[in-house]
């Protein structure tokens, strides 16, 4: 007869599961600390990046104001020559200016004692005469008015010379002889060459033209009366 222990099958040794792992497996603070210092190298890769490529613009900009600088330098230089060169062109026309009044001094004074000795009538003659600058102040005496009048147009004809004023006039008695009369003029000069306008030439020459054509003309009535 055969027996089944059926007590003993059922009754098999439980054996312990092993818990099943999650699925990103173990290790998370590793992972952690992976990815942190995966993102620190990062921004120190940007960082470094980017300092590297301000550090490139500011070199470029150094080396446009360095360039800048040595034009301003040279325009300053040039600036400098050009001061310098104003300056003694100044200085040579304040030279020349000075040799020319000077020169003009030389013979003013002669030039105005033979023009003024040459406008003198008869029946005047000068007690003094002052030359300054750019005016002549002449004292005088004169047997009437008249030689005081031909004194004046006279010195008005002299081209250096301006239209003369009649200051001051006295009339005065001379033992033995008639009344006199001291004067005194003023007048201004200048030695510069007074340029004519073109019209005045051409009226002249055009006034002179009708005159001598009528001169021979009148000498043919004449010589056919």
């Given amino acids: 007869m055969i027996k089944i222990n059926l007590l003993a099958e059922g009754k098999r040794p439980v054996v312990a599961r092993r818990a099943r792992q999650p699925l990103g497996g173990g290790g998370g603070p590793e992972l952690a600390n992976v990815a942190l210092i995966a993102a620190i190298v990062l921004g120190l890769l940007v960082a ?14 150094d080396k446009e104001i360095a360039v800048a600088q040595k034009e301003v330098d ?45 406008a003198l009538p008869e029946l005047l003659w000068l007690t003094g005469m002052d ?15 008249s030689a005081v009048a031909n004194l004046i ?22 033992r033995g002889r008639s009344e006199i009369y001291d004067f005194k003029l003023n007048l201004g000069y200048s030695f510069a060459k007074k340029q ?17 054509a009528a001169k021979p003309a009148a000498t043919n009535e004449r010589g056919a009366e």
């Fill in 48 to 61: 470094g990046g980017w300092w590297l490529l301000l550090d490139q613009r500011i070199k470029k900009r």
């Fill in 131 to 145: 030359v300054g600058p750019a005016t002549i102040n002449l004292r005088g005496t004169a047997f009437n008015m």
């Fill in 153 to 174: 147009d006279n010195l008005d004809k002299v081209e250096a010379f301006n239209e003369p004023i009649l200051q001051d006039y006295t009339q005065r008695s001379q």
């Fill in 196 to 212: 004519r306008p073109e019209t005045d030439a051409g009226a002249a020459g055009a006034t002179g033209t009708p005159g001598t």
């Fill in 74 to 118: 040279e325009l300053a230089q040039v600036i400098k020559e050009v001061e310098e060169y104003k300056a003694k062109k100044a200085e040579l026309e304040r030279k020349i200016g000075v040799i020319n009044t000077l020169k003009d001094n030389q013979r003013g004074p002669v030039q105005i004692m033979d023009d003024v000795s040459r």
